[in-house]
């Protein structure tokens, strides 16, 4: 297949650009009501909040492409959902919390949560650049027509890296509340805990979308728009390396380890367009995921563990890598059989793809749950999930 390359303009460049930080910056826009209401155990209401805000933005997005016909539009949606969602918030604890509005920060509290605010801001910034530059990359390296087929598939792997990311978020303000109460033995022990669940919850997703995603989307648009399955597998470590992360990242958040941190999104985001369009150049759409995946790997999935079991674990941080690479063992032999397996009985059409997926989904949160139980972190989370 022949695909066009995408001109490059300046203006429309930067415009996207700007927008993409404009959406970065309105997450911090009264965003200390949402983070009190983490704090006080209430993210249902934050998520009741996000829901209502996306089906706004969608609706805004869908105006903007079909009536407006401008995808600068449907860009700029992206904050002002970001602005409705901090703006719901902001509006129950108005309401609920008679005090708030009266509350007073002394001067040294308020120094530290403006220093706090300030380390963010090139975090949230580095962070929008990272997350999208893939998209940039493929487009001005590869072809813009390849860039549009795979929106698609990052449009399915983005939604559940979503509901995934939103169901551990639920957790931050638990961990924050523990890290305070409990003493470094009983803090690595829970920490490990939770890695574990991520791990096992990320990684048995990972396999899923790796046998998945190319037969869903040949259902869904054709077996045109389909990609290698190489390609699947890159995309799918990308989505497993960002989501085995998670639960180091909220540590360290809670931890409040803001300054140390401030520039590896940066770095990251520097790091994501060298090897991403090397590795393109060389070896085309998989180089892109590749290069997202060893940035990510080099940057985040080091410093976040490593801060936290520096700061706050009694365990040291290649006592973290060695459980990581057992995870990480365990995701890359289960995925290598089920995908032979798959090979041999799944036949296109709508009904084996139902059952066949709800098999494969099965086994693999099955056979990476065994593969886990051999560590006692996992064996302990289990048994604390399974008491309530």
């Not at 300054?259 to 060389?282: D, E, H, K, Q, Y």
């Not at 060893?294 to 040291?316: E, K, N």
């Not at 290649?318 to 090979?343: E, K, P, Q, T």
């Amino acid at each position: 297949m022949t695909f066009e390359r995408l001109g490059f303009d300046l203006s429309y460049t930067v415009a996207v650009g700007a927008i993409a930080t404009g959406t970065a910056l309105s997450s911090c826009v009264l965003a200390s009501e949402k983070v009190l209401l983490l704090a006080d155990q209430k993210a249902h209401v934050v998520v009741a909040a996000q829901c209502v805000s996306f089906f706004v933005q969608t609706g805004a997005q869908v105006i903007a492409l079909l009536v407006f016909d401008s995808f600068l539009l449907f860009l700029a949606s992206a904050a002002g959902g970001m602005l409705l969602w901090n703006w719901l918030c902001a509006l129950y604890v108005r309401r609920h919390y008679t005090l708030y509005e009266h509350a007073v920060c002394v001067h040294e509290e308020h120094s530290l949560l403006q220093r706090d605010v300030l380390d963010l801001l090139p975090y949230k910034i580095g962070a929008v650049g990272l997350n999208a530059t893939d998209a940039i990359i493929i487009a001005l390296v590869l072809s813009s027509t390849l860039a549009g087929i795979v929106s698609n598939f990052t449009l399915i792997v983005n939604s559940l890296n979503g509901v995934l990311m939103q169901g551990f978020n639920g957790i931050a303000a638990s961990i924050g509340l523990h890290n305070a109460d409990s003493d470094m033995q009983r803090r690595s022990a829970v920490f490990y805990q939770l890695s574990s669940l991520g791990m096992w919850v990320f990684g048995a997703a990972a396999i899923c979308l790796t046998l998945l995603l190319n037969p869903f989307v040949e259902l869904w648009i054709g077996s045109s728009y389909l990609l290698s399955r190489t390609e699947v597998v890159a995309l799918a470590g990308a989505f497993f390396v960002t989501g085995a992360n998670q639960v180091p990242s909220l540590y360290r958040s809670s931890l409040g380890i803001f300054r140390r941190t401030r520039f590896v999104p940066v770095i990251a985001t520097v790091v994501n367009l060298a090897l991403s369009v090397g590795l393109a150049l060389w070896i085309g759409l998989v180089g892109v995921f590749l290069g997202t995946i060893l940035a990510r790997g080099l940057t985040f999935s080091v410093v976040d563990p490593y801060l936290v079991s520096r700061t706050a674990l009694s365990t040291r941080f290649r006592d973290y890598l060695g459980h990581y690479a057992h995870s990480l063992l365990g995701v890359v032999c289960l995925g290598i059989v089920l995908n032979l397996w798959w090979g041999f009985v799944y036949t296109p059409g709508v009904l084996t793809f139902i059952a066949w997926g709800g098999i494969i989904a099965t086994t693999a949160f099955l056979g990476l749950a065994l593969w886990l139980s051999f560590t006692s972190h996992f064996r302990q989370i289990l048994s604390r999930i399974w008491e309530r």
